[in-house]
């Protein structure tokens, strides 16, 4: 069950990966903004916690959950500043790559979490898969912001995506601990929570206020304006469904394992980027070279060995 619904709520995120893409080039110029719309619609959680939430029993506990939503806030902010440096197809998958390897010894030490045989070698190969494919071959690309044509290799977008993906553990991990001594809906709405409560302090930012300052703005503006509004409360909104059935997964199963399936996602994303790319350029353009493709290609039937194996455990 917990295998369905993690690979379901992977194919959402691989959707929302390529939406953030091009909010972040096209309509949404400053990280800062989009962490801002991404996580303040989480506010209203606090209405939930007269409904059936049961409060930690020690004050511990609130410090926390506390650390696992600002380590997720943090986590979205620092992933969409490696978004803009960066090709998606590259540092999505490291950002993958990185946050079951960063659970797989997070999870033994703070939870005791031990894996199988076929487990512990499923997530293995599932990394190795996402690390081949976040590998940049592309020495000819243009695409990312910031970088100078001809620059392959480690860049300072890659390093904002590994550390996203220490943070993404880290909030992964609390939460898992969250689920197991309160149960999902009561870890849930804790964790999150401060989500929201981080949402609402970027309001103090005189970049977030600028937003609601009233300006003269032409019928195109308001249109354009209505329409950027429109795509990211789709893409936040798409985005939530997804995070919350990776998050149930987590729940029912190993949070290692949920998120070594991060692999899947990118199979997926690297698919979606690569049509995109060559029939709506528009919209997103990246550059496939024969070395990448075939090294794509590899990455994909990697993470289809670890799905096998996940099956097979």
């Known amino acids: 069950m917990w295998l369905f619904i993690a690979l379901l709520g992977n194919a959402l995120l691989a959707v929302v990966a390529v939406i953030d893409k091009f909010i ?28 059936g939430v049961r ?10 959950f506390s650390v696992s939503g600002l380590c997720f806030a943090f986590a979205l902010w620092t992933l969409y500043i490696a978004i803009q440096k960066s090709e998606i197809s590259h540092v999505g998958p490291l950002v993958g790559a990185a946050v079951p390897l960063f659970i797989l010894f997070l999870s033994r030490i703070f939870l005791g979490e031990q894996l199988g045989v076929y487990a512990l070698l499923a997530v293995v190969v599932l990394i190795i898969g996402s690390l081949v494919i976040s590998f940049d071959l592309n020495a000819t690309s243009t695409g990312r912001t910031g970088l100078p044509a001809g620059e392959a290799g480690w860049h300072l977008g890659m390093s904002w995506g590994v550390l996203s993906g220490f943070l993404f553990a880290v909030s992964h991990v609390i939460s898992k601990y969250a689920y197991d001594i309160y149960g999902f809906y009561s870890g849930f709405v804790l964790t999150k929570v ?3 409560i981080f949402g609402a302090v970027l309001l103090f930012s005189p970049t977030i206020r600028a937003l609601f300052v009233k300006r003269e703005r032409t019928q195109a ?56 790319s060559r029939f709506f350029p528009q919209i997103i353009k990246e550059t496939f070279t024969k070395k990448e493709i075939i090294q794509k290609a590899v990455s994909v039937i990697i993470i289809g060995v670890g799905l096998v194996l996940l099956l097979v455990k």
């Open 24 to 51: 972040l080039t096209k309509s949404v110029s400053k990280p800062i903004v989009f962490v801002f719309y991404s996580t303040i619609f989480v506010l209203p959680f606090f209405l939930l916690l007269p409904f």
């Open 55 to 64: 409060m930690p029993n020690v004050w511990t506990d609130y410090l926390i």
């Open 194 to 196: 401060p989500i929201g």
């Open 221 to 276: 503006d308001k249109t354009a304006g209505n329409k950027r509004l429109a795509l990211v409360a789709g893409d936040i909104t798409l985005g939530v469904i997804a995070a919350t059935l990776l998050q149930y997964a987590t729940a029912l199963g190993s949070v290692s394992l949920v998120n070594a399936l991060g692999g899947a996602q990118y199979a997926l994303l690297i698919i979606f980027v690569a049509i995109i």
